[in-house]
T-cell receptor, first 114, second 116 residues
């Protein structure tokens, strides 16, 4: 296993700009998750894919956020018109198809909004 | 909605000693999973141990063990023979059982310092 890979590790952008993050799950993991972690807090769930289907979305995922997993492999998370409150660590995780298997996390992408 | 509470924001332990991290949760479900994750500074979150609610036996993984009290909705983590590498943020997490939501619900975390 090469582990869950996230790119970039750090992103600094100006308020109002669009940003896109990429996540490559562990190969053969068909479930992929996105979480957001702000300073001093635990991760909060954003959305979940099984293969290419987005099966669950949090209310935290406003209309400025969109996630895709077009071929059931890597996923992208885009934030449009970024705001100060979007500054956070964005974590991706993946797991195999069995529901009792744990999620494996990547290193995360740290987003800073100037 | 399920909630997870870690009431101690920080703890410290001497190397080679034992420390217990507390976690409580609230749910009306009977089938669920509980996890402890470790997040070292600037490093990825890794799974420490997990417990399936239908199993009465407490999970153990080498120096890590849990005390799962289902009726009290308590899930504490015991770290024996603490090592410097155990220093990290520790997060307790909940997940609904089979057929339910796939999301993990995390507590706020607890920072563990290990003193040499």
């Amino acid at each position: 296993d090469t582990g869950v890979s996230q790119d970039p590790r750090h992103k600094i952008t100006k308020r109002g700009q669009n940003v896109t993050f990429r996540c490559d799950p562990i190969s053969e993991h068909n479930r992929l998750y996105w979480y957001r972690q702000t300073l001093g807090q635990g991760p909060e769930f954003l959305t979940y894919f099984q293969n290419e289907a987005q099966l669950e979305k949090s209310r935290l995922l406003s209309d400025r956020f969109s996630a895709e997993r077009p071929k059931g492999s890597f996923s992208t998370l885009e934030i449009q018109r970024t705001e100060q409150g979007d500054s956070a660590m964005y974590l991706c995780a993946s797991s195999p198809g069995l529901s009792n298997q744990p999620q494996h996390f990547g290193d995360g992408t740290r987003l800073s909004i100037l | 909605a399920q909630t997870v509470t870690q009431s101690q924001p920080e703890m410290s332990v001497q190397e080679a000693e034992t420390v217990t991290l507390s976690c409580t949760y609230d749910t009306s479900e009977s089938d669920y999973y509980l996890f402890w994750y470790k997040q070292p500074p600037s490093r990825q979150m890794i799974l420490v141990i997990r417990q399936e609610a239908y199993k009465q036996q407490n999970a153990t993984e080498n120096r890590f063990s849990v005390n799962f009290q289902k009726a009290a909705k308590s899930f504490s983590l015991k770290i024996s023979d603490s090592q410097l590498g155990d220093a990290a943020m520790y997060f307790c997490a909940y997940r609904t059982g089979r057929g339910g939501s796939e999301k993990l619900v995390f507590g706020k975390g607890m920072k563990l310092t290990v003193n040499p």
